[in-house]
């Protein structure tokens, strides 16, 4: 944002450049609107927005003590959740206020309606948490959260504190929140569950027994170990992330990050609250960081989500990850010629004019609205088969090879399911032995 300077001693003209400043900076902040209308039957079919109005409020909540840093450190720490939930509709909407990784801020003119009260229902409300990459903020994915509200789930998007766009400096320090980020990202979103679980506003509709994750990125990498994917930092990783060359230091940083289940010692020990879990752009396979026969282990249902020249977390880190994850019904969704940006909203008007800022949210092939209305469809598909157990929707999950109805003998195959015909291009779906179980 450009700094206005007064020249003059008068206090007219004084009064007259703040005003002028502060006029600026509205304009600069005012809500925009990142989605065209575009007609149904183009979009997959679970990208529509379910029978109930959207919610959303801010709640703060402290988790304690918790790792502050790779000497061993621990500090109190505190997170700032947006939670989406099914709501009476209201005449006030939600704006999301954040800024780009340069600091610019932004508002962006949500669907939901905010402090809206709850909306009833026979049914509990399962909890789905929204993990950011980095870096990030607890927004960046608002249209998963009011989407999968307004179909009956309360989600939580997570601001990780020391990860998030306002927290780093990504033209002079862009690491300086990485190694909280490796210790902390699995127990934030642990600890956020538990947190909506037992928040006054929703404990008594929240189903108390299934839950879904869903992280992008470093939130992917954390969503791995939080259903059991034991991390295995080995010294030639710990080396190459951190600089330390000391063994004695190297060895000491290992005992912190090799942890399982959100900081527990076992895959044995992963919450069983947790039901499916969906990874976008996981970090940390292309190392790998994981241990193989905990990725083996786990047992929550769990959907990969690629791009397929994904530079950032490495497409074959990815696919690492998948064909592991042996234990677990699991399926690998490739985005043909996606890099790393799959799970973001599209950029603001904010962003357009860096490549640091514009480069957190743009993919060269693909419109960001488009990766929007895929990742809803399949999340959905995914939260209410394994979490609600609605067995009907899990025939959205059983598409399988390339989208693009190419033809066969002369004859063009149906398209996937919840796809309209000539809609689905540019995906691919596998999935593991443990499905036909």
């Known amino acids: 944002m450009k700094t206005r300077k007064c020249l003059s001693a008068s206090s007219f003209l004084l009064t007259l450049c703040v005003a002028l400043s502060s006029t ?80 610019k801020p932004f508002a962006i003119q949500g669907d939901a309606y905010r402090n809206a009260d709850i909306a009833s229902s026979d049914t509990p ?4 948490i929204l993990s950011h990459g980095y870096t990030g903020y607890r927004t960046i994915m608002y249209y998963l959260g009011e989407h999968l509200a307004s179909h009956g789930y309360i989600v939580a998007g997570i601001d990780h504190t020391g990860s998030t766009n306002a927290d780093i400096d990504m033209k002079n320090a862009p690491y300086a929140g990485f190694p909280g980020t490796l210790l902390n990202r699995s127990r934030d979103q642990q600890h956020a569950l538990s947190a909506v679980q037992n928040h006054p506003d929703f404990r008594d509709v929240v189903t108390k027994d299934a839950a879904g994750l869903i992280g992008y990125s470093m939130g992917g990498f954390g969503a791995v170990n939080t259903v059991g994917g034991c991390f295995d930092f080995n010294e030639a990783a710990v080396k190459q992330l951190t600089g330390m060359d000391s063994p004695e230091a190297v060895e000491a940083i290992r005992a912190q990050l090799n942890t399982c289940a959100a900081g527990m010692q076992a895959s044995d020990d992963t919450d069983p609250r947790w039901k499916a879990m969906i990874a976008m752009a996981p970090w940390g396979g292309q190392l790998p960081v994981f241990d193989k026969a905990a990725i083996n282990s786990i047992q929550v249902p769990t959907l990969y989500i690629g791009g397929e020249y994904d530079d950032i977390s490495g ?3 990815i696919r690492w990850l998948y064909e592991n994850t042996t234990g677990t019904p699991a399926y690998l969704l490739t985005i043909n010629n996606a890099r790393h940006n799959i799970a973001p909203h599209p950029a603001p ?25 895929i990742n809803k469809h399949f999340a959905l598909a995914m939260m209410n088969c394994y979490v609600k157990a609605r067995r009907d929707d899990c025939e959205y999950l059983s598409v399988r090879g390339d989208s693009a109805q190419s033809p066969v003998d002369g ?25 036909e179980k």
């Open 24 to 103: 600026t900076k509205a304009e600069e902040v005012s809500p925009q609107t990142l989605y065209l209308p575009l007609s149904h039957e183009v979009l997959p079919e679970l990208s529509a927005a379910g029978s109930f109005s959207a919610g959303v409020k801010t709640i703060d909540v402290n988790i304690g003590k918790q790792p502050l840093d790779l000497a061993g450190n621990s500090a109190q720490r505190q997170l700032t959740l947006e939670v989406w939930y099914p709501a009476v509709a209201t005449k006030k909407h939600a704006v999301y206020e954040n800024q780009t990784r340069s600091g």
């Open 125 to 128: 409300y399962p909890v789905v």
């Open 315 to 317: 497409y074959q880190g």
């Open 349 to 373: 008007m904010e962003a357009m004019g860096s490549e640091l800022d514009l480069g957190h949210y743009f993919e060269p092939a693909w419109r960001s609205q488009s990766l929007n209305e």
């Open 411 to 435: 004859e063009v195959p149906a398209p996937w399911k919840g796809f309209d015909n000539r809609y689905a291009l540019g995906l691919t779906m596998e999935a593991n032995a443990q499905i």
